[in-house]
Nanobody
Framework: QVQLVESGGGLVQAGGSLRLSCAAS????????MGWYRQAPGKQRELVAA???????NYADSVKGRFTISRDNAKNTVYLQMNSLKPEETAVYYC??????????????WGQGTQVTVSS
């Protein structure tokens, strides 16, 4: 069984920073792409950033230059460093990963979500 556990969310003032972490655990054979999504109240869930196992990154235009995604393959963990946060970025942030389990089957997994609140 595979599980994604997120941490690092919380309350921060506008212009401040937060670092989110997401660790995958369980019967994991390998992990391909990992990413972060967010969903604000009344809005669709959107991709924030993604990173392949080899380190290729992709960012939403709105966060380029402010957010940095990284990963530690040895720890099966992905991070999202968020700088210069804006109030409109208040949302639930979700971790996502493409994982091959010990049964050698690829599946898409989601974390439970962590609340990020940016005050003005």
């Amino acid at each position: 069984q595979v599980q994604l556990v997120e941490s690092g969310g919380g309350l921060v003032q506008a212009g401040g920073s937060l670092r989110l972490s997401c660790a995958a655990s369980g019967s994991i054979f390998s992990i391909d792409t990992m990413g972060w999504y967010r969903q604000a109240p009344g809005k669709q869930r959107e991709l924030v950033a993604a990173i392949t196992r080899g380190g290729t990154t992709n960012y939403a235009d709105s966060v380029k230059g402010r957010f940095t995604i990284s990963r530690d393959n040895a720890k099966n963990t992905v991070y999202l460093q968020m700088n210069s946060l804006k109030p409109e970025e208040t949302a639930v942030y979700y971790c996502n990963a493409e994982i091959k389990s010990s049964y050698r089957v690829w599946s898409d997994y989601w974390g439970q979500g962590t609340q990020v609140t940016v005050s003005s």
